[in-house]
């Protein structure tokens, strides 16, 4: 039974600062692994995907690492700034991936 | 469409009445996910459909939710006698396939709010 833990759970950090999210999950038989931002009131935003046969992936500031062996993705932010302020969740898929199993989240807190 | 559509956007009820949520997934998507996600929770895995069947409902919490889809477009998400428990954001996604290989693409979203 697939398992995701997100650590920290929130995180307040002045602008500029570079972050480093951290997901765990229970099964590595996993094809791929998602990062979704989501605002106050509103739906997921996919940041990024992740294949098992990546390493990582990068968009804009963001990167994502995954290591199936140890059960481990980080999501990494670069210059953080305000509008970067959501909650990062974290989701991997169940065995048979025919849905997604999503970790509590890091609530991320960006001041000026 | 470009998106996946969620209907409505906000939902107030009373408790005891039946509520239907729509979900309109991308178009040529033939996987559909339903979510909750109850204040201050994480999100819960509800139902699965690969086209019209629904090869997993595991995640459904009672007998009073039900959901259909027709035509391996538009799905519904029926809630039979509204409790006040059941007052959470439910999200709709859909994917290319099942192996969701490509990726997973929420909807925003509908907030029922059972009074």
């Given at each position: 039974?697939?398992e995701?833990?997100?650590?920290?759970?929130a995180?307040s950090v002045?602008e500029g600062e570079?972050?480093?999210?951290?997901?765990?999950f229970?099964d590595?038989?996993?094809?791929?692994?998602?990062?979704f931002?989501?605002?106050?009131?509103?739906g997921?935003?996919?940041?990024?995907?992740?294949?098992?046969?990546q390493?990582?992936?990068?968009?804009?500031r963001l990167?994502?690492?995954l290591?199936k062996?140890s059960g481990?993705?980080?999501?990494?932010i670069a210059?953080?700034?305000?509008g970067d302020s959501?909650?990062?969740?974290?989701a991997a898929?169940?065995?048979?991936y025919?849905?997604?199993?999503?970790?509590?989240g890091?609530?991320?807190?960006v001041h000026p | 469409g470009a998106?996946?559509?969620q209907?409505?956007?906000?939902?107030?009820?009373e408790?005891g009445?039946?509520?239907?949520?729509?979900?309109?997934p991308?178009s040529?998507?033939t996987?559909?996910?339903w979510?909750r996600q109850?204040?201050?929770?994480g999100?819960?895995f509800l139902?699965y459909?690969?086209g019209?069947?629904a090869p997993?409902?595991?995640?459904l919490?009672?007998?009073r939710?039900?959901?259909?889809r027709t035509g391996?477009?538009?799905?519904?998400l029926?809630?039979q006698?509204?409790?006040?428990?059941?007052?959470?954001v439910?999200?709709?996604?859909s994917s290319l396939d099942?192996?969701?290989?490509a990726g997973y693409?929420?909807?925003s979203?509908?907030r029922?709010?059972?009074?």
């Amino acid at each position: 039974k697939q398992e995701v833990t997100q650590i920290p759970a929130a995180l307040s950090v002045p602008e500029g600062e570079n972050l480093v999210l951290n997901c765990s999950f229970t099964d590595s038989a996993i094809y791929n692994l998602q990062w979704f931002r989501q605002d106050p009131g509103k739906g997921l935003t996919s940041l990024l995907l992740i294949q098992s046969s990546q390493r990582e992936q990068t968009s804009g500031r963001l990167n994502a690492s995954l290591d199936k062996s140890s059960g481990r993705s980080t999501l990494y932010i670069a210059a953080s700034q305000p509008g970067d302020s959501a909650t990062y969740l974290c989701a991997a898929p169940s065995g048979g991936y025919n849905k997604l199993i999503f970790g509590a989240g890091t609530r991320l807190a960006v001041h000026p | 469409g470009a998106g996946v559509s969620q209907s409505p956007s906000n939902k107030v009820t009373e408790k005891g009445k039946d509520v239907e949520l729509r979900c309109d997934p991308i178009s040529g998507h033939t996987a559909l996910y339903w979510y909750r996600q109850s204040l201050g929770q994480g999100l819960e895995f509800l139902i699965y459909f690969q086209g019209n069947s629904a090869p997993d409902k595991s995640g459904l919490p009672s007998d009073r939710f039900s959901a259909e889809r027709t035509g391996g477009s538009v799905s519904t998400l029926t809630i039979q006698r509204t409790q006040q428990e059941d007052s959470a954001v439910y999200l709709c996604a859909s994917s290319l396939d099942s192996g969701g290989a490509a990726g997973y693409t929420f909807g925003s979203g509908t907030r029922l709010t059972v009074v």
